[in-house]
């Protein structure tokens, strides 16, 4: 018969501690307890991890500088190519709907045809209130076509060649145009001057002129087809001892900023040169 | 030979420019004159000869596109020119001080053959007025454009007239 000796106990007695632990942990008296190890380990591996990782950025950054910067240099190129493509577009909107205000302006006003222009340039001189537009005599402008944007009255074409026309503006200096104030239906001229401004003159002392009061083409001597929009009374002047009022009008079109205009081709003018006093053979 | 070559292709962009951008670019009513910069510039530059032909062709540019008589620009331009040689021969050591000079007379001369042609064909420009927003500012921009100009002008003239090298 074998005979226990104390080595044979020791391992008697740990595999039976050993064989008690188990089993008290199949039965769960050691849950708490594991989870908390089991906390406390997840978080020390989520530290240790991050750290690893941030040394290992620490380290490889050096050799990403160039490729960042080659980056870096192609997204601002790409961006910078995206702000000018922005602009672009925006440029686009902003003329398309100049455009669909200028085609709205044509389908309202049927009465009349239309052709659609560029403002290319102004004249040199700056005695002169000119503008040059890119239509010409190739597609049917004449001399003495009105033209206008859907705001209102620009003025007249005053010479054409093939590709291109100039047009006298109402702020022209020499611009005279007949034309009548809408509220009170009175007669009165419109004349420009150096400085751009637009005064009525001729307007009869009787006349109920107030500020406010919309101005359009009368049709009178022919220049112009009536009832167009010129512009807003913006101040009146009546002195007792003259024979007539005047008035400054503000003009509905901003000149400073022409771009596209409406030249109305179906409008022949009349000439009453013939018929003026002291032209009569 | 060159000179009178790239004449007509720089006035027309002169030309253009000054369609464009200089008749917008406005002091109060007065606009720079591109041209007439460019023919002082040229004409003041030592060894040009044939700047009566740009100051021609220039006026007969403007006076094509221009709502002025014909005449104005050509006789305007071309009196610049001759202004503007005449006086590169006697203050030919201050070439500044001339383009300066010029523009000033340049200027006047041209507002003034087109004030007269103008209120002779019946168009009511006062003269104060016309002096005071148009003339005035008109020759503020064009010495200041002046000074810019004239250096592009010399470079031309230097690439055109290739300065004689001393043995």
Do not use: C
């Not at chain 1, 509905?252 to 409008?267: A, E, G, H, N, W």
């Not at chain 2, 962009?13 to 004159?33: E, I, K, P, W």
């Amino acid at each position: 018969m074998k005979k226990f000796t104390p080595r044979s106990l020791q391992t008697f007695i740990i595999i039976l501690i050993a064989v008690g632990l188990v089993l008290m942990a199949l039965g769960g008296y050691f849950n708490a307890a594991a989870t908390r190890l089991s906390g406390a380990f997840v978080d020390a591996q989520a530290w240790l991890s991050l750290r690893y990782l941030a040394l290992v950025d620490f380290l490889t950054v050096p050799r990403e500088v160039v490729s960042l910067r080659r980056e870096n240099a192609e997204l601002r190129a790409e961006v910078a190519r995206l702000q000018g493509r922005v602009i672009q577009l925006e440029q686009q909107v902003s003329e398309a709907q100049v455009l669909a205000a200028l085609v709205d302006f044509a389908r309202t006003n049927p009465e009349n045809e239309y052709l659609g222009a560029n403002v290319i340039g102004r004249d040199p001189s700056p005695f002169l209130h000119y503008v040059i537009i890119d239509a010409g005599s190739n597609l049917g402008i004449r001399p003495g076509m009105p033209v206008v944007t859907e705001q209102g009255l620009v003025g007249r074409v005053e010479a054409v060649t093939s590709e291109a026309a100039r047009v006298r503006l109402i702020t022209d200096p020499a611009s005279q145009v007949n034309v009548r104030l809408q509220r009170s239906n009175t007669e009165a001229i419109l004349l420009g001057s150096i400085t751009g401004e637009l005064s009525l003159e001729m307007i009869p002392q009787d006349a109920n002129v107030e500020i406010g009061d919309l101005v359009l083409t009368s049709g009178l001597g022919g220049g112009f087809p009536p009832n167009l929009l010129v512009g807003q009374v913006l101040n009146v002047r009546k002195l007792d001892y003259e024979l007539f009022q005047q008035a400054v009008i503000q003009p509905t079109v901003d000149f400073s900023r022409l771009q596209y205009v409406l030249v109305i081709t179906d409008f022949r003018p009349v000439n009453i040169t013939p018929l003026l006093p002291g032209s009569t053979p | 030979m060159w000179e009178i070559v790239i004449s007509l292709p720089l006035l027309g962009l002169a030309l253009m420019l000054q369609l464009a951008v200089f008749s917008r670019l406005n002091l109060l009513y007065g606009s720079a004159d591109l041209l007439l910069l460019v023919l002082i510039a040229w004409s003041l530059q030592e060894r040009v000869r044939w700047a009566w032909v740009w100051g021609l062709l220039a006026g007969l540019l403007v006076g094509y596109v221009s709502g002025l008589s014909w005449y104005v620009p050509l006789l305007g331009y071309l009196g610049v020119v001759g202004l503007a040689q005449a006086l590169r021969r006697r203050v030919w050591q201050a070439p500044l001080l001339v383009m300066l000079l010029v523009t000033l007379a340049g200027t006047l001369l041209m507002h003034a053959l087109s004030f007269v042609t103008l209120r002779l064909s019946g168009d009511p420009l006062p003269l104060g007025d016309s002096f005071n927003l148009i003339t005035l500012p008109s020759m503020f921009l064009n010495l200041f454009i002046g000074l810019l100009i004239y250096p592009l002008l010399r470079d031309l003239s230097v690439w055109i007239y290739p300065p004689e090298v001393e043995a």
